[in-house]
């Protein structure tokens, strides 16, 4: 890939990452749960995930559900249920009556859980594969080894949301040191799953593109 290409692509998808979507939520909320372990978790599984649709797109699979309305409706069901099923639990949760309490009964993070949740997450959005499969052909240059275009993408991919979800949690962690009072994390977890909710009720009104 040339250097010129990769720097639009890396430009344009860092465009499409700042904005907060479910995988954003899901790792704020588990750093927020579990620390740094449920930061790391999280982001192993998204990439994971990242990893597999990137695959499914060289192999030509992205275009085939594009093509399927019965495929896309059944993964967005899937994933609209997952993402609305993540808010009310986190709604429902019991939360501590002081940030000390917070910090003391941090519940102990279960890493195959959490990755296994994050994959979930992202693997059950379609409009991740769609969105992939308009998105990196068009960075494609004939005449070149196509395995290391696309692993020069998934590189610069994983390099671009390490760095932002790491951006997000740790402005929201450093924010809520800093607060007082616990209400105030509590008000930032019950919004998270809000969003949540949210945003499986947008994904189940999206319409294949």
């Keep these: 890939m040339a250097l010129h290409v990769w720097f639009i692509f890396s430009v344009a998808y860092l465009i499409t990452t700042l904005s907060p979507g479910p995988n954003v939520l899901l790792v704020i909320r588990n750093t ?47 994933g609209a249920a997952y993402l609305i099923y993540i808010g009310l639990v986190q709604l429902l949760r019991r939360q501590g009556v002081s940030s000390t309490a917070m910090q003391a009964s941090m519940p102990r993070v279960s890493s195959p859980k959490v990755f296994g949740e994050a994959l979930l997450v992202s693997i059950s959005n379609p409009k991740t594969l769609i969105f992939f499969s308009a998105f990196l052909p068009q960075f494609i240059e004939p005449g070149r080894s196509l395995f290391t275009q696309f692993t020069v993408m998934y590189l610069t991919i994983a390099l671009i949301v390490v760095t932002v979800h ?39 009104m999206a319409r294949q593109v």
Excluded: E
Aim: charged residues 10%; hydrophobic residues 60%; proline residues 1%.
């Design 166 to 204: 790491c951006m997000y949690c740790l402005s929201l962690s450093r924010l809520s040191k800093q607060l007082s009072a616990s209400r105030w994390v509590v008000a930032i977890k019950r919004a998270s799953g809000a969003l949540f909710i949210g945003l499986g009720v947008k994904l189940l």
């Design 32 to 78: 927020l749960r579990y620390g740094a372990r449920g930061t790391l978790a999280t982001l192993a599984g998204n990439l994971a995930a990242q990893l597999f649709v990137i695959v499914l797109v060289a192999l030509g699979v992205g275009a085939l559900v594009a093509a399927m309305p019965m495929a896309f409706l059944a993964m967005k069901l899937i």
